[in-house]
């Protein structure tokens, strides 16, 4: 974007370029409208879906049920003048005298002629015989033969004369006329002599009688028995047919007064009703068909969106002028902004609208005030250099004397690691020693003592005077007093190999295999004097002799710092305590040795902290905080395994050491052991 007439030194034409693909201000505005009418459009469909479809549905259902119920009361109102009019026959019957035949035919075609719903009247002797019958539909000449016909007709088999009912008055299920060949309903009634008044209802009647409501176009008015058969409708076409409801929507209305189904290809919204009358289960129900529920909504949700659709097009060409206007002031203010950025000040331009111009002028007085930041910024980076270069010379110096500080740090924990071993040897050479005496000074004992009883023996011997019992009890006394030197001489050996053994593993610190059954109980039996004297009891969890190929001098001494600091540490102040060191083997190349302690535990402050260099509880106390950092080295470094520890203030330790049976080849080093 340039233009011929702008100030040189604007900004050239290619370092716009990256811009090329980022859309205008008018195609930003233009694409949020749309996005704006399309939001509005699906707005309008979702509340049509999820809000006014759903009302419209349960309002529709109600003015349904409303109908159904209307329905079945018309209903129920006019099966019961059926009712009526025959018990008025029978009671009219029943005044007259015995073989009065025309009177008793007066009375059924009176019943027929004042019934808008009755076919026929008949009356039944106690045989099931017909014996009076009158009807409305039959006329002329022929009316005559066909009631002959009628008379004497046989019905004992039929559903009217065989019901168990029939002792009361009542309306029965549909059933095929003998009398009038068409399916019927009856009202039937005894009488005193034993007859059965018999006023057939022709459903045709019926459902001419439901057609004279007057109900919108599309809505369906059934009336159905329990097996779905449609008795009366609106119209009288599917009762004349004979039409059935499927059964599974019968027995969904009669679980439910109101649902949903789909019959014909046609999606309903039906309710229903029970007409209860007797014995006469019948059910009205009203369908509306799918499209006259939703169609008026439809209709609405429709002219929203048109109507909203042609607002937001207003709305849209009106933006398209207001845009335009905006980019060409935009345009020219990003060529102003362009040229302050050269360093020059622009023309004023007229920008159409004051935020724009106010923008305008917040550039140039931007442009202003940075040409002096710019000067300020240029003065503190020459300070700023300047005092780069005086802190670079403070560090140098600084550094210079932090690393003579870490070289005398370095030989000063060389020192105390050399004073940590030789106090170490010294301890051991000091248990050797008092554990030597003991098994030496038995021995000793007990030569003297031989030698004693020897002098006795050969004066005895001399004197003549020596029995058989006598020299046995003095043999026994000699074989006693050797084994007893014996046993102590093998305690002063296994002593003394042990210390050998470990003295040689620590000083030439060589890979070997060794058990690691025969290494813990060497380095036990030389802290013996110290847990002896502290009190503490070692118990080891007996297992089948594990070899392992490592470094004997290294394991030792983690095996020994570790229960050394249970028992300077974990038991510090305590009279006695329990060291229990176990061992397990998780994997085929792996072992586990964990040594627990039940005493005082680490405060959970300082358990992060036990493996650093110089960390101790006991500063001042004889603690050089190195023991447990140079285990943790030992482990991980020379042995090639893990360490890790548990604890719970009060309750005591227990560091797990996993180590590989294999331990990783390592260059020659030197262990170290500190308390």
């Avoid at 004279?212 to 058969?229: A, C, E, F, K, R």
């Avoid at 007064?257 to 999606?267: C, G, K």
């Avoid at 004397?401 to 020192?415: D, R």
């Amino acid at each position: 974007m340039s233009d011929p007439s702008a100030p040189t030194g604007t900004r050239p034409p290619e370092r716009l370029a990256w811009a090329a693909d980022i859309p205008s201000l008018r195609q930003l505005l233009l694409k949020r409208v749309a996005l704006v009418a399309l939001v509005q459009v699906v707005l309008a469909i979702l509340i049509a879906k999820y809000q006014l479809y759903p009302q419209v549905e349960a309002l529709q259902l109600q003015l349904n049920s409303t109908l159904a119920a209307n329905t079945a009361q018309t209903t129920r109102q006019a099966l019961n003048r059926p009712l009526a009019a025959v018990r008025a026959a029978q009671a009219r019957l029943d005044a007259l005298p015995a073989e009065s035949s025309p009177a008793t035919l007066a009375v059924l075609q009176q019943l027929v002629d004042t019934s808008d719903a009755a076919e026929s009247a008949y009356l039944l002797d106690p045989q099931g015989r017909v014996v009076a019958v009158a009807t409305g539909q039959l006329g002329g000449e022929s009316s005559h033969s066909r009631l002959e016909d009628r008379m004497g007709l046989d019905l004992s088999q039929s559903e009217v004369f065989r019901s168990q009912d029939k002792a009361y008055l009542r309306i029965s299920p549909i059933f095929l006329s003998a009398v009038t060949d068409q399916p019927m309903v009856a009202v039937t009634g005894p009488t005193l002599g034993g007859a059965l008044l018999v006023m057939e209802i022709s459903l045709s009647r019926l459902s001419q009688d439901k057609n004279s409501s007057s109900h919108p176009g599309g809505i369906q008015v059934l009336i159905v028995d329990n097996g779905g058969l449609i008795i009366a409708d609106q119209y009288g076409h599917k009762s004349q047919q004979s039409s059935m409801l499927p059964l599974e929507v019968l027995r969904s209305l009669q679980t439910d007064d109101n649902t949903v189904f789909t019959m014909d290809d046609t999606r309903w919204f039906a309710s229903s009703s029970p007409i209860a009358i007797g014995t006469l289960d019948w059910r009205v129900i009203v369908m509306r068909p799918e499209s006259m529920v939703y169609g008026p909504i439809t209709n609405i949700v429709v002219l929203t969106v048109a109507t909203t659709a042609m607002l937001l097009l207003i709305t849209l060409l009106v933006l398209v002028v207001f845009v335009r206007r905006i980019g060409r002031a935009t345009e020219a203010l990003g060529r102003n902004a362009q040229v302050l950025e050269a360093g020059e000040i622009p023309e004023y331009q007229d920008l159409a609208a004051r935020e724009l111009i106010e923008v305008d002028a917040s550039l140039r007085s931007m442009a202003h005030t940075l040409t002096q930041r710019e000067a300020a910024l240029k003065r503190s980076n020459e300070e700023l250099e300047k005092r780069v270069m005086d802190r670079t010379r403070h560090l140098q110096a600084a550094n210079a004397e932090l690393e003579h500080a870490l070289n005398q740090l370095e030989t000063t924990q060389a020192e105390l690691v050399q004073a940590g071993k030789m106090a170490a040897l010294g301890s051991m050479v000091a248990g050797v020693a008092h554990e030597l005496n003991t098994p030496m000074g038995n021995a000793r004992l007990t030569a003297t003592t031989l030698l004693s009883r020897a002098q006795q023996l050969r004066q005895v011997v001399q004197g003549g005077q020596v029995s058989r019992s006598d020299l046995n009890l003095r043999a026994m006394a000699f074989e006693e007093g050797a084994e007893l030197i014996d046993r102590s001489l093998d305690r002063a050996s296994e002593i003394v190999q042990a210390f050998k053994q470990v003295a040689v593993d620590q000083a030439s610190n060589r890979r070997r295999s060794f058990l690691l059954q025969d290494l813990l109980h060497e380095n036990q039996l030389l802290l013996s004097p110290r847990l002896n004297k502290a009190n503490i009891t070692v118990t080891t969890t007996p297992t089948d002799k594990l070899e392992m190929n490592s470094y004997p001098g290294d394991l030792g001494q983690v095996i020994t710092n570790l229960m050394e600091n249970a028992m300077v540490h974990g038991y510090a102040g305590l009279s006695s305590g329990v060291i229990d060191v176990g061992i397990a083997t998780p994997r085929a190349d792996w072992v586990s040795v964990t040594v627990r302690d039940y005493g005082r535990g680490i405060p959970k402050a300082s358990l992060g902290k036990v493996f650093d260099p110089f960390f101790t509880t006991r500063l001042g106390q004889g603690g050089s905080g190195l023991g447990l950092s140079i285990v943790y080295g030992m482990v991980t470094r020379t042995l090639g395994g893990r360490i890790s520890v548990q604890s719970e203030f009060g309750q005591g330790s227990c560091f797990t050491v996993d180590l590989p049976l294999h331990a990783p080849e390592q260059p020659s080093h030197m262990p170290a052991k500190v308390e």
